[in-house]
């Protein structure tokens, strides 16, 4: 069975544009969820969606946004990139949006604004 | 605002050894408590979920206690091997909601 896969695996970008990055679950599981993880640090929750709808959003500026597919599949959107933007973004998948559901992550997708 | 805090940041051990890593957090109020294993440059792995109303969970050479009124739990490893070295990472969930809040977690490497 494939895990959660992410695309693109890398990406370089410069300071004010756009980017958008790609998610698709586990198949069957309906809850996707985004991260950031700064060098040397631990991830940092940006949004969760289930069932299409955003059912939790971290401490993040509008510049980030997402969205949730029929197929349960997820984009996160960044406009107006920042060089404090340069992480590894990951993505999660879980089968609901309970607590007592394991996550599963993606291998990430590495951004570099310069 | 739930903080979680894993000490030490790094460790280096010689092959064989049992170790412990140590979460601990400030806000008693979870859900649950995940330990996740992260090899350089990857995705997350998941190694053992503990429930609130639990108190540990063993997988293989792994056992994870969870203490949550005093907002703390370890991780430890039985006869350490250099396939274990890896960022390990603890994370907790509050509520039912499954936001996770993570540590910023402990660099092991076992030296052969």
């Known amino acids: 069975d494939a895990g959660v896969t992410q695309s693109p695996t890398h990406l370089i970008k410069t300071r004010g544009q756009h980017v958008t990055l790609r998610c698709s679950p586990i198949s069957g599981h309906k809850s996707v969820s985004w991260y950031q993880q700064v060098l040397g640090q631990g991830p940092q929750f940006i949004f969760q969606y289930y069932e299409k709808e955003e059912r939790g959003r971290g401490n993040f500026p509008d510049r980030f946004s997402a969205r949730q597919f029929p197929n349960y599949s997820s984009e996160l959107n960044v406009n107006a990139l920042l060089l404090g933007d340069s992480a590894l973004y990951l993505c999660a998948s879980s089968l609901y949006s309970g607590g007592s559901e394991t996550q599963y992550f993606g291998p990430g997708t590495r951004l570099l604004v310069l | 605002k739930q903080e979680v805090t894993q000490i030490p940041a790094a460790l280096s051990v010689p092959e064989g050894e049992n170790l412990v890593l140590n979460c601990s957090f400030t806000d008693s109020a979870i859900y649950n408590l995940q330990w996740f294993r992260q090899d350089p440059g990857k995705g997350l792995t998941s190694l053992l979920l503990?429930?609130?109303?639990?108190r540990e969970q063993t997988s293989g050479r792994l056992n994870a206690s969870l203490d949550k009124s005093s907002g703390r739990s370890t991780l430890y490893i039985a006869a350490s091997q250099p396939g274990d070295s890896a960022t390990y990472l603890c994370a907790v969930t509050r509520n039912a909601g499954n936001m996770l809040t993570f540590g910023g977690g402990t660099r092991l490497m076992v030296k052969p």
């Open positions: 503990i429930q609130s109303s639990q």
